[in-house]
């Protein structure tokens, strides 16, 4: 029976760089198993070994079947044969004899599908080609075991179509498919299980929605993380002037009013602010809500306010929408005192959205089209202006 069995592999490099720390995990009859994770992460490190290519430095491994490995486009590969004769030379490295040869060349060529360039040197090919020929040489043979490192991502959409669905021909016929790719929508058409390494660990093995959504949600994470911290380092300061301030803005949605500088997306928000303005001065509040990269995504003026009082006062502006327009991710918000001369205050803060509804796109994006409407008054009296 196929199978391939690791337990406890474990892979040190000769410069002191861990490429693997103890993984297990087995693979039977039919599975076709999709690695995941960032670069650097051991995937093509965990292929070496489960070719042959690589002795690992401690653990044991178990592979019974003929494996075929399409490791590095290259590798291996004398560039200067053509494409039919390298196809020959895969046959005759296989055992097969000169008639089994003949009967199953027309076939590697047909699927290839380089026109002439199939009796010209393999140097003179694009990647894209030496992928379609290397990948005919391997799949026709028909595998045991079937290793494919990153190999689909250069070929266009017609042959990774065909190429799929040579792979589910194969593992109905009982071969195995390792298959190692960044490209989510292949992994989920050609696997029915997926395992995710990071820093040469085994993080997570199961079906390919959960994994996938998994991985997927950890690297929206990390970036945001990256984001913020960027955002921090370089967002412009707090500032008050001329008695001039602002000293309390907060954001949340009605649903969950605990929740400080947190709206819920496509449900109602309100935004209070509450700050301190000099006597009889005229001055309005901006309101911005843009992305970690600077980019603008929402911006609001209330109306024109002037205090009747002859002393400071605490003045509150209360900001409602209806829904909310962003989905899930962070954004900045940014509050800004404006006189007809200048900007008196302006303060910033990090404001978190929660999407139970996620649509498609970037973090954060448009939901729902969303204004703002405020209403501003002196707080002690409710005086208007």
């Not at 042959?159 to 490209?183: D, P, V, W, Y």
């Not at 928000?269 to 009889?280: E, N, S």
């Amino acid at each position: 029976m196929t199978s391939v069995r690791l337990a406890e592999v474990s892979k040190v490099f000769p410069n002191g760089k861990v490429g693997l720390q103890g993984i297990s995990f087995s693979v039977s009859d039919g599975e076709r198993v999709g690695l995941i994770g960032p670069n650097g992460a051991g995937k093509s490190t965990l292929l070496s070994i489960i070719a042959g290519v690589t002795e690992p430095s401690s653990g044991a491994i178990q592979v019974d079947g003929e494996v075929s490995a399409i490791l590095s486009l290259g590798l291996s590969v004398r560039e200067e044969l053509t494409g039919r004769a390298y196809l020959q030379q895969e046959c005759a490295l296989r055992g097969m004899s000169d008639h089994e040869v003949q009967v199953l060349l027309p076939h590697m060529v047909s699927f290839a599908d380089i026109g002439a360039f199939i009796d010209r040197p393999l140097r003179t090919y694009s990647t894209g080609m030496k992928a379609r020929v290397i990948f005919a040489a391997n799949a026709w043979i028909k595998p045991e075991i079937l290793l494919l490192d990153e190999v689909l991502s250069v070929g266009d959409r017609d042959f990774n179509e065909k190429a799929s669905a040579k792979i589910r021909e194969l593992t109905t016929l009982g071969s195995i498919l390792i298959f190692s790719s960044h490209s989510m929508a292949a992994l989920e058409q050609m696997c029915d299980r997926c395992i995710r390494l990071d820093s040469g660990l085994l993080v997570d093995d199961g079906d390919v929605g959960s994994v996938v959504g998994a991985y997927l949600e950890s690297v929206s994470t990390r970036h945001e993380d990256l984001a913020r911290s960027d955002w921090l380092s370089r967002s412009a300061p707090a500032f008050s002037k001329d008695g001039w301030s602002i000293d309390h803005v907060q954001l949340n949605s009605p649903a969950s009013p605990d929740r400080d500088l947190t709206a819920i997306s496509k449900e109602p928000a309100r935004l209070t602010i509450r700050l301190k303005a000099p006597p009889r001065e005229v001055f309005k509040v901006t309101v911005k809500i843009s992305r970690l990269d600077g980019r603008s995504l929402l911006e609001h003026d209330s109306p024109k306010f002037c205090s009747k009082q002859d002393t400071h006062r605490d003045v509150e502006v209360r900001l409602s929408l209806a829904s909310f327009p962003l989905s899930d991710g962070y954004c900045s918000l940014e509050v800004l005192l404006r006189t007809e001369e200048d900007v008196r205050a302006r303060v910033v803060h990090l404001l978190k959205v929660i999407d139970f509804r996620p649509t498609s796109g970037g973090k954060p994006t448009y939901a729902v089209a969303g204004q703002l409407s405020s209403i501003i008054s002196e707080v002690a009296d409710e005086a208007s202006r």
